[in-house]
């Protein structure tokens, strides 16, 4: 009796009659089966094959986001430093202040000074003096009382200063060219009157 699809139970097409895979299919297919039984590639750690390009660069950027170093000189005119790294000079960089706005605070490193410098995406190009480091170099050795050593220098404050406090002096105030230490005044008298204006 025949099936539904007319043929004879028990009777398979013959070989002539099966669909052939063309011979562009049956390349592919054998050039597949060749490289999945090749063996797998050994990548030795650290090889150039593991440290690619990608990668090195995203090391060295890493590495370059904050670097400590020695300022070699100085160009207060734009408020730039160049920094010494060691294996490597920076180009000029800014300098990082405490405040650059309406009420600004100025200080400038100097050569030799050792200086902490953060680089935004771990370009150094694009670095900022933030901070200056001790170098075995500390002006105190109390941890107590803050200390700023000018070194013989001075420092300028414009505006006014009121302090809540003693002020103790080891030298001489000036106030509009009249020493408080040499001074002299005029109208001087004897007895109870009172002396003159200071001179000038």
């Given amino acids: 009796m025949a099936s539904r699809s007319g043929r004879s139970p ?3 097409p013959s070989a002539s009659s099966r669909p052939r895979t063309p011979p562009s299919v049956s390349r592919s297919i054998s050039a597949r089966r060749q490289r999945s039984a090749r063996p797998m590639r050994t990548i030795t750690p650290g090889s150039e094959a593991e440290m690619s390009e990608p990668l090195a ?3 060295r950027r890493i590495e370059n986001l904050i670097r400590v170093g ?4 100085v160009d207060a005119g734009t408020a730039r430093a160049v920094v010494d790294f060691g294996d490597l000079h920076s180009p000029l960089l800014p300098v990082g ?3 650059a706005g309406q009420l600004q605070f100025w200080w400038m490193p100097g050569e030799g000074e050792q200086v902490l410098v953060a680089c935004e995406s771990g370009d150094i190009a694009q670095g900022v003096i933030v901070a200056s480091l001790y170098a075995s170099n500390a002006c105190s050795s109390d941890g107590s009382t803050p200390q ?5 220098g001075q420092m300028i404050l414009n505006g006014s200063l ?3 406090g003693d002020v103790i002096v080891e030298g001489d105030v000036i106030a509009q060219g009249v020493s408080l230490v040499t001074h002299t005044h005029k109208d001087v008298m004897s007895g109870n009157s009172n002396t003159g204006a200071p001179n000038r």
């Fill in 10 to 12: 028990g009777i398979s």
């Fill in 57 to 59: 660069e995203a090391d």
């Fill in 70 to 73: 020695r300022v070699v000189s």
């Fill in 97 to 99: 202040q405490i405040r």
């Fill in 148 to 152: 700023i050593d000018l070194k013989g």
């Fill in 162 to 164: 009121r302090v809540t």
